[in-house]
């Protein structure tokens, strides 16, 4: 594994120079499957690390490359989440064991502990974080495929900010793909509402960078009600909900309530997960598949990255998708019920020479529940494989 290890680094640095591999480590984490994650710093930091994992099967031959990008504050083992136990029951595991070469680039992330960065921790390199620096790690993960795969056209998608960081990587490498699939994120919009309500965001994210602000510490609540809600959901709610509020009722406001005023959301119905109120249950996302996440969650968010969503969907910044209309590959979108809305067809448009698009649209569903559902193989599996039987 080292000659790989070597041959791969040295490839990507006559293109990534400010990219170092600093670590390769191989596991099977099912007989049938190999695991190599790759070990990445940038620029030198120690904040800038993050981990790039390919998994396939051990034998075989393979139906094409799917690049995975990860959600906000979140790292690939968000795509390796098994609530039936087993990895091959995953999504990575099941698409590896459909014979496809799955690479997951993690979004960048502190791994810090509440209060670190407010308490002196050097958290500068945050100021980088932007879908820029998203998109290079995904082009650098895209060398790493050429590495073995010289011709090799990927797809890349992925969930909600990792649907974001998708469409910037094919906007910046508009041939060097052969789909792009966006659950749920983009950066585009023609929705007059959902104009206005990040446009107050957008300007807000724009005059804190102004002022010095890099880091978003709110982003803490969305692990940190799961895990509680999972370890003492009869507890009160450390976070500032109104007084009496256990854990689990914390849990539900963050997940299934829309958004107060001022909250970082892109859309003012911003749902994530249908809930019953009355009963204090999900009605389509399995709970124990959503806490599986609650504690792969950083503590800090990226006010770069938060700033190009906001202002893209405002209209102010279409640097992320001005040469979306170059791409000539096939198009998965999926669309929620109470996710970016109209935005996500209006984003279809963008795609002017694309072979084909296909739309999966789910109303009745929450933003994420298709992935957390108790039939999210149904709701989220079957159409991507559908999808990558054609694409690849």
């Known amino acids: 594994m080292g000659l790989h290890a070597a041959l791969f680094a040295a490839c990507a640095f006559n293109s990534f120079p400010a990219y170092d591999i600093l670590s390769v480590d191989v596991t ?8 190599v ?23 075989g031959s393979s139906k094409g490359e799917v690049l995975l990008l990860s959600p906000f504050s979140l790292p690939g083992a968000f795509y390796e989440i098994s609530e039936a136990g087993g990895y091959q029951k995953s999504a990575a595991g099941e698409l590896a064991k459909a014979g496809y070469d799955v690479w997951l680039v993690d979004q960048r992330r502190t791994g ?7 308490s002196g921790t050097d958290c500068t390199a945050m100021a980088g974080w932007s879908f820029d620096a998203y998109s290079e790690d995904a082009l650098f993960a895209l060398q790493l ?30 041939r060097d793909f052969a789909g792009v699939f ?12 959902i104009t206005a309500h990040n446009d107050a965001i957008c300007t807000n994210l724009e005059a804190a960078l102004g002022g010095g602000a890099i880091f978003d510490p709110s982003t803490a609540v969305l692990g940190g009600v799961l895990q509680l809600a999972q370890a003492n959901p009869s507890g009160l709610s450390p976070f500032p909900f109104p007084p009496g509020t256990t854990n689990r009722q914390s849990m539900f406001y963050v997940f299934s309530a829309p958004p107060p005023p001022g909250a970082l959301a ?5 749902i994530r ?12 996302t399995n709970e124990a598949r959503l806490q599986l996440v609650g504690p792969l969650f950083d503590n800090y968010g990226s006010l770069p990255a938060l ?3 906001a202002c893209g969907l405002a209209g102010r910044d279409d640097s992320y998708y001005d040469r979306i209309d170059e791409f000539r590959g096939d198009v998965l979108i999926y669309v929620e019920g109470t996710g970016f809305g109209p935005a996500m067809f209006d984003t279809a448009e963008l795609f002017e020479q694309a072979d084909d698009i296909t739309i999966d649209h789910n109303p009745e569903l929450g933003e994420a529940d298709p992935y957390f559902g108790f039939a999210w193989k149904q709701t989220f599996l079957k159409p991507l494989e559908k999808w990558l039987k054609k694409t690849l």
């Open 182 to 193: 966006l659950y749920e994120g983009t950066f585009y919009n023609q929705d007059p509402a």
């Open 307 to 309: 700033r190009d969503l």
């Open 266 to 270: 892109p859309t003012a119905g911003f």
């Open 273 to 284: 997960n249908i809930a019953d109120f009355t009963t204090l249950q999900f009605v389509y």
């Open 145 to 174: 495929i050429r590495a073995d795969h010289p011709r090799a056209r990927p797809v890349v998608g992925g969930f909600s900010a990792g649907a974001n960081a998708a469409l910037a990587t094919v906007n910046r490498a508009p």
């Open 112 to 118: 810090l502990p509440v209060g670190a960065c407010e």
């Open 28 to 35: 099977h984490p099912h007989s049938s499957l190999e695991r």
């Open 37 to 59: 994650e790759y070990r990445v710093e940038v620029d030198g930091e120690a904040l800038n690390r993050f981990s790039i994992t390919h998994v396939s099967k051990t034998h």
